[in-house]
Structures are given as structure tokens and as C-alpha cells.
């Protein structure tokens, strides 16, 4: 508000007051400012208290007149005239909205916010908002605020509230609760529903009258509030999200226990909580290092924490906001929503977190569940046979025990599947079972293994649903962690040993995933099952079809490599070559040598069965990957945040509404909601199928054409222009990770613009020798809706199909690596196409030409 407008407003003055401003050297102008912009608080005998700048203004609403006004003392003004921001920005003024201060509305708002605490699985989430009140929040230094309370209720009201209202991205299921922190904690909302209600008692909380700052502020009782909060709904479909908002050091005298009490609240909650600390305060003015300890203590069990310190000025806390608090929440919520159907993702409950990076134990603790007797043991181990990639069950095979088939218990086989005579015998006929001498003697093995088992395990490795060992796996018996020690958006990784006959850690480090979700499909089943029938089978299946057939574009990759190097060695052994020509060529095939090589783990599925407590765990096991693991490129095209807004939550809210849609409508305004739910849904970025018209194998897009060429091979030009690649190894310091990119492509490329290979992470090996090469794992592959050679194969909830594939082109820029490996951009059509011929390994990809001689 300007000056000139301040001053046409009408503020009248008793005798008293124009005394007492005379003789304290205060102006009319001075009292109408405190009068718009003071924080206001109850006086005695109904009058109201106004305090602005370095001054008190004492009004009586009831005769619009002002009692008396005066200076604060010399040492408020000393504190607060070193930096005064109602001084420096006007504060900005917000309103509460009208319409939604009826007491009907308040009433449905009461009535919503009983009865969402009786429909505890509808919440999407829960977000805890702790807030400093204690006496320094009473100070006016915030640019663009009235003082450093009203800056903070300001922007939650305004950019958290109701900037999530107004675009469609908060609802009724989106539960908010209130924590004051001063000497003591005070829950003042707690667990009500978001909606423009909950924006006008934000509204009225910047006035001192409604919760003036005074006091210390002490942590430990405020975040025991939170946590408290935060345990009301345990539910693994909730997102948990907590504000943190701090001016300075906490007054706890056991305040070096405070970092510890958010890591055990983190290692309960995981991922789904979302922690944002601030602390604001003039530089170098305060420490908040036991805020950043917080933070640092909960990273580290998967929450997603962050600690901010905005400068003094709203516009500043106003973008911490917006960009740390409303983003990370809309994140998780996205996480726990399943995009393709709309519907909630529940995650598993039953999980307990260890910290990342902690060190390894060397033996067996009361942490390992150990499965090496009658109990708790391997049923069975099971692989993938690309010979077998049929379908979902025939894909799978399965690895022959080591142990004695009748007594289930004694080693009879060594890893790599050849009896030890001096402890047993293998059956001569099948070469499947193997039997110790106890069990022979006893005549066991006769009941154990009829003719007709014999004869069935014959058959099953002529056709290779039954396999033996390769060395990979050491050992039946193992030991799972009880912790998780990595939380992804889909998988959750525990840690996994093969244990000797003695019980001890034997073999290289693994890691075993399960699902993290409890969803509709059951994922999480506790009933001992035939694996092949079970829901846990349909999990792992798209997830170890996505691992071997991004393992085939990585041995293409590599073949392509090997190519060039047989190339470079031809051109070698020609005659005639100098001594000079002879460095180039060698030069030239060193630097192709250095290339990183791709790897993908190829994992194994063992069943493990609990006896005691009468589960069954089918955990998906791979090698664990050393070195610095890095994510290399993602899923890519980010999702559409605003999506959230329309399915779930919309979904929940009419649940709990029922047909009473013009309540809904006048406490969330979902008027318009629909219209935007509309232009969302049109755009999302989501795991959705498309409508396009499909092609014939005539009419083949020139993306699927650009793999093939009439007269050679698109690399087979490369190798004969041979000059090109010259200049690129020459000319070009390719980046390591810029062949993850490139790899991208090349699977696009070579899929015949079926499909594409991202998400790629993992980490870097460099041997001695100097070779490089890439070990990933977790790939996504997007694969086109209406392509017929994939039409069966499915691969998981991270496929988002041609969409995702249009995603990976509209951010991808070609690089160095891209033109070594001849790649051009998305729609560059290479002339001369060749004919595929169709696979028979079972892949359901093309047999590309060989590279000529």
C-alpha cells in the first residue's frame, strides 16, 4: 500500500493521544501504518495492540480511535533498527477468502475433518508443519513480511495451501497438521483436511492476537509431536512429508540427541517421508548445525530430506516452498500412485531400515534369517532360458539342487554340478538328482525318485526348464538380511550371503530385492506356493524379461565393438603398410579397446521357505555391485506432477463426499478442477497405453527401418569409410558416461524402433589392463503399444511406451559417442534397407545381416 493511499485512510485521535504524540515525536502517518501493517494482538478492555516497526499503537475498535502510541525501548530498537524489513519491502497483505468463512462451511470442514480420521486408508498424504514460535520470531526483518512469524504463515498459507488448491494438486485426502514450537509443543491443527478453510486459519494464524512468539524453542518436544502426528496413519499408501521451520538454535539441553530421534523416525517411515528443515536467520547469525545433523541423519535410511536457508525476504522462503516442500511431496504422492490406473500403491509395512553404507558383518548375526535346516531352507532356485522365452512360465527354468534329493539336507553336488563320490552318487539316467549314501542304504531314495520322476526330469532338460549349475551359485543355503538397506520407487534391497557347511559367509556379496509394494495383485504374499502359480511369479517375470533382453542389446553393443577391433586388425595384417601407417591403425584400435563395455547381472529367483513363521520369500538375488554406483540417464520425460490431483485424490474425495458433490465443490473448488483434470490427463506423462493406428510389416515406420542396410550393414559403412571413425577417435575425447546415451539409441536403433533401453545405473569398472566396462542393473524399456514381434512381452510398471520413447528423443542430443557408433537422430532415414529375418532364439528380435569381410 502506498504512502498516499496509507494516508487517506481515516484513523481518529482522543486528547491523550495527540499529547503523547507530540511529546514522543510521532506522526499521524506513523500510527495509520501500524494501524495496516502491525501484527495485532488483544489489549485490555477490547482494545487491540498494534506493533510495526520501532512503534505501539494502542486502538479502540469501537470508536475508531487511537488511545495512546509510543517507541519501543532503546534496546528493541537497537535490535530491530539494524535491519528492519517492513523498512526496506512493503509486507504483502493476504486475504481470507470470503466465501468459506460461512458457518456452514466451517462446519463442513469440522465434519470432513471427523470423518477422514475414520477413513485413514483414503489419505494420499500427511504432511506435519512444525513451526518456531518462540520470542525472536517476533522480529521485524523479513523483507516483504511483518515480521519473521507473519513471513512463514504467510507463504505456507499462500504457496502451499492454496497455490496446490487453486491448480488441482492438494484435496480433501491431503491431510495437513499444525505444530507451535516454543518451550513447550502445541498442537493446534491436527489432521484436517486441505482445503480453503485450512487457507483462512493459516490466514489468521500471522496475527500475534491468535499465537503471539514468545519463549524458547525447543526441539525434542516438537518433533515427539510430529512423530506422533506422523504414526496416526501408518498406512503405506500415505506420502508423510514434515516441515521443519527453525530461527535458530534449538534450547535443548540434550540437543546433540535431536539428529538421532529423526534418523529413528526416518528408518520407520523410509521413503515416503519427505523432510524439509529451514532455518532462517541474518548470515552467520545463528548456527543450525544440529538442523543440518537432522538432515543428514535421515538421508541415509531413504527419507528425502533436505535443509534450506533462505535469505531475508518472503520472495525467498516463499520459492523454498514451492520449489523443496510441495515438489518432494508431490513426488512421493506420485510414487505411491499407480499412473496407468489411477489407483493408490500401498507400500509394505512390515520393512525395517539400516542406514546406507554401513559396514558389512563378516559372520552371521541375530540380523541374518538363515535358511540351512528343516525350517527354514531353499526350496528352489530359478533362472531365465532365453531358448524358453515363450511366455510368462515357460521363460523361467530351473537350477538342479546340489543337495540330497530325499533327505533335503547334505551337499552332494559342487557348484559346478559334479557329484563327490565320497559323500553320495547322481542319478546316472536324469543327471538331475543326487542322493547321499544314508539315503541309498536306507532305500529312501528308491521312494523318493520313482521312474516316472526320472523320466519327467529328462524331458526337462531337453527342453530347459531345468539346468545345471554354472558356478554362480555356490550354495543352497543362505542368509537374508532382516533390513533393507536400499529403498527404490519399485524395489526394496536386502542383503544376501551363501553360507558354507560350517554356517559362515562364503562366496561374493549379493543383494536380494522384493517388491516394495503391497498392491492389489498381492505381490506380498505370505502363503507357501508353487512359484509358477504364484503372484509373486508375475512381479519378477517382467523384471528379469526387461534384465535379459536389455542383456542382448548390450552383447550387440559389445559384438559391434569387437567388430571394429577385428576391423583395425585386418588393416594390420595387410602388406605394405609403413611404420607409420602401422601406429595410426594400432593407436586406432587401443583407443577402440578402451571403450567401456556394457554388463548386465543376470539375476536368479530363489524361493525360501519359512517354516516359522509359515512364509514363503521369493526374492529376486544378483551379485552386488562395487565401485561408485551412479544413475547414468532415467526413465525420462519427467511424469506430469499435476496428474495427482485428478485420479487418486479425486477418486478418494468422492468416496468420502458421496453424492453430496456441491459440498465438494464449494470446500476444494472443484468446479474447475475438472476443467484442468481434462487438460492433464490429455498431456500426462504416465504409464499409458496410447491410441495410434498400427502398421503393418509393409508399412513399418522409418524409425524401424533404420536398422538394416541393402548392401551392408549401417556399422559395416562405418567400418569401410573408416576414415569417419578416425576422426572421431582422433578428434574427440568421448566422456565414459556419454556411451550410456549412445547406448540408448543404439537399442532403439537396432530394436527397429521397437523399443528403447534407459534408466541405466549402476557403476564403472576399470581393470588393470585398462579396459572399462559398465555393470547395470534395474533397466526400463520402453516398448511401442502396437508393435507385433513384442506385442506378448510386457515390462513392468516403468514402461511407459511410445510415450517414454518420445520422451528419450525430445531431450537426447546426439554426442561424440552417438556418431562413433554411426547413430543419427531420431527421423534421419539411412537409405539402402535390408530385410530382417525373423529370430528363433526366442527373443522376438531380428537377426541383423553380419558384417562382411
Known amino acids: 500500500m502506498s504512502s498516499s493511499s496509507v494516508l487517506r485512510s481515516e484513523l481518529h485521535s482522543t486528547l491523550h493521544d495527540r499529547e503523547r504524540r507530540k511529546e514522543r515525536n510521532l506522526s499521524k502517518d506513523d500510527q495509520l501504518r501500524a494501524r495496516r501493517y502491525g501484527m495485532c494482538e488483544d489489549g485490555r478492555d477490547g482494545k487491540l495492540k498494534y506493533t510495526y516497526q520501532d512503534m505501539v499503537l494502542i486502538w479502540d475498535p469501537l470508536s475508531n480511535k487511537a488511545i495512546t502510541s509510543w517507541p519501543l525501548s532503546n534496546k528493541n530498537n537497537e535490535r530491530q533498527g539494524r535491519r528492519s524489513g517492513t523498512c526496506r519491502t512493503e509486507p504483502v497483505l493476504i486475504q481470507k477468502s470470503m466465501k468459506h468463512s460461512t458457518d456452514y462451511v466451517e462446519a463442513a470442514h469440522t ?79 491436527e489432521c484436517e483436511p486441505t482445503d480453503y478453510v485450512l487457507y483462512n486459519k493459516l490466514v489468521d494464524f500471522r496475527e500475534w492476537r491468535n499465537h503471539r512468539p514468545g519463549g524458547h524453542g525447543n526441539y525434542e518436544p516438537a518433533l515427539e509431536q510430529a512423530e506422533v502426528l506422523l504414526n496416526k496413519n501408518r498406512s503405506g499408501s500415505c506420502a508423510a512429508a514434515l516441515f521443519f521451520f527453525s530461527d535458530g538454535r534449538p534450547s535443548d539441553r540434550n540437543k546433540h540427541d535431536l539428529p538421532k530421534r529423526m534418523g529413528e523416525l526416518a528408518s520407520r517411515i523410509g521413503r515416503r517421508l519427505s523432510i524439509t528443515c529451514i532455518g532462517m536467520a541474518d548470515q552467520d547469525a545463528e548456527d543450525f548445525s544440529i538442523l543440518e545433523q537432522m538432515v543428514e541423519e535421515a538421508r541415509p535410511y531413504g527419507a528425502i530430506a533436505s535443509f534450506n536457508k533462505p535469505s531475508m525476504n518472503a520472495d525467498s522462503l516463499s520459492q523454498i516452498i514451492c520449489s523443496q516442500v510441495t515438489s518432494s511431496l508431490t513426488a512421493t504422492k506420485r510414487e505411491l500412485t499407480n499412473l496407468s490406473s489411477g489407483k493408490s500403491l500401498t507400500v509394505r509395512s512390515d520393512l525395517i531400515r539400516e542406514k546406507h553404507n554401513a559396514p558389512d558383518d563378516h559372520i552371521p548375526t541375530e540380523d541374518w534369517r538363515l535358511f540351512n535346516d528343516k525350517t527354514r531352507y531353499t526350496a528352489n532356485v530359478w533362472g531365465w532360458n532365453q531358448k524358453l522365452n515363450r511366455g510368462d512360465s515357460d521363460a523361467f527354468c530351473r537350477l538342479i539342487d546340489p543337495r540330497c534329493t530325499a533327505c533335503f539336507e547334505i551337499t552332494v553336488l559342487n557348484s559346478t554340478g559334479e557329484a563327490k563320490e565320497e559323500r553320495g552318487v547322481l542319478c546316472s539316467t536324469c543327471k538331475s538328482c543326487a542322493f547321499c549314501w544314508g539315503c541309498i542304504k536306507s532305500k529312501r531314495a528308491g521312494r523318493v525318485h520313482p521312474r516316472t520322476i526320472c523320466q519327467q526330469r529328462m524331458q526337462e532338460r531337453r527342453q530347459g526348464s531345468l539346468i545345471g549349475l554354472d558356478g554362480s551359485v555356490p550354495s543352497f543355503s543362505v542368509a537374508l538380511k532382516r533390513q533393507c538397506f536400499g529403498e527404490g520407487a519399485e524395489r526394496v534391497a536386502f542383503k544376501f550371503r551363501f553360507l558354507d557347511e560350517s554356517g559362515n559367509f562364503t562366496g561374493q556379496r549379493m543383494v536380494a530385492k522384493e517388491s516394495r509394494f503391497v498392491d492389489d495383485d498381492g505381490v506380498k504374499s505370505s502363503v507357501a506356493a508353487d512359484y509358477l502359480t504364484s503372484k509373486q511369479h508375475r512381479y519378477h517375470v517382467e523384471f528379469m524379461r526387461t534384465q535379459f533382453l536389455a542383456s542382448v542389446f548390450a552383447n550387440k553393443y559389445n559384438e559391434t565393438l569387437r567388430e571394429w577391433e577385428d576391423h583395425f586388425d585386418r588393416k594390420l595384417q595387410q602388406p605394405r603398410n609403413n611404420p607409420g601407417s602401422i601406429r595410426v591403425i594400432a593407436n586406432q584400435k587401443a583407443r577402440i579397446q578402451k571403450i567401456p563395455r556394457i554388463r548386465f547381472l543376470q539375476p536368479h529367483i530363489f524361493e525360501l521357505v519359512d517354516r516359522k513363521e509359515n512364509k514363503t520369500y521369493n526374492v529376486l538375488v544378483e551379485p552386488y555391485i562395487d565401485g561408485r554406483y551412479r544413475k547414468y540417464n532415467t526413465n525420462n520425460g519427467g511424469l506430469n506432477e499435476n496428474f495427482l490431483g485428478s485420479s487418486t485424490a479425486g477418486r478418494n474425495e468422492r468416496e468420502m463426499t458421496g453424492a453430496n458433490q456441491s459440498l465438494l465443490e464449494l470446500l476444494v473448488g472443484t468446479n474447475g478442477r475438472a476443467e484442468v483434470a481434462e487438460t492433464q490427463q490429455a498431456g500426462l506423462g504416465a504409464i499409458v497405453e496410447e491410441e495410434e493406428k498400427e502398421c503393418s510389416d509393409a508399412e513399418d515406420s522409418d524409425e524401424e527401418k533404420m536398422v538394416h542396410s541393402n548392401e551392408t550393414h549401417v556399422f559395416d559403412r562405418i567400418i569401410e569409410e573408416g576414415n569417419r571413425v578416425d576422426r572421431t577417435l582422433t578428434n574427440a575425447k568421448i566422456p565414459d558416461e556419454d556411451f550410456m546415451q549412445a547406448f540408448s539409441h543404439f537399442s532403439y536403433v537396432r530394436s527397429g524402433g521397437r523399443l528403447i533401453v534407459v534408466d541405466l545405473q549402476g557403476a564403472l569398472d576399470t581393470r588393470l589392463n585398462g579396459t572399462k566396462e559398465f555393470v547395470l542393473t534395474d533397466p526400463a524399456i520402453h516398448k511401442r503399444r502396437k508393435s507385433r514381434r513384442l506385442h506378448r512381452m510386457r515390462f513392468g510398471r516403468t514402461d511407459r511406451g511410445d510415450k517414454g520413447i518420445r520422451d528419450f528423443f525430445a531431450t537426447h542430443t546426439c554426442n561424440d559417442a552417438c556418431r562413433l557408433l554411426g547413430l543419427k537422430p531420431k527421423n534421419t532415414k539411412i537409405v539402402g534397407i535390408a530385410k530382417p529375418t525373423i529370430a528363433t532364439d526366442g527373443t522376438g528380435l531380428d537377426h541383423f545381416p553380419p558384417i562382411k569381410r
Open 111 to 189: 465434519m470432513m475433518s471427523y470423518r477422514i480420521q475414520f477413513r485413514k486408508d483414503s489419505w494420499t498424504s500427511h504432511t506435519v508443519l512444525v513451526i518456531d514460535m518462540s520470542g525472536s520470531m517476533r522480529i521485524d526483518d523479513v523483507d516483504g513480511a511483518r515480521c519473521r512469524s507473519d513471513g512463514v504463515w504467510t507463504c505456507l498459507a499462500r504457496d502451499f495451501i492454496k497455490s496446490q488448491l487453486d491448480e488441482g494438486k492438494a484435496s480433501l485426502t491431503d491431510v495437513v497438521s499444525v505444530v507451535l514450537m516454543r518451550d513447550m509443543a502445541e498442537v493446534v491443527l
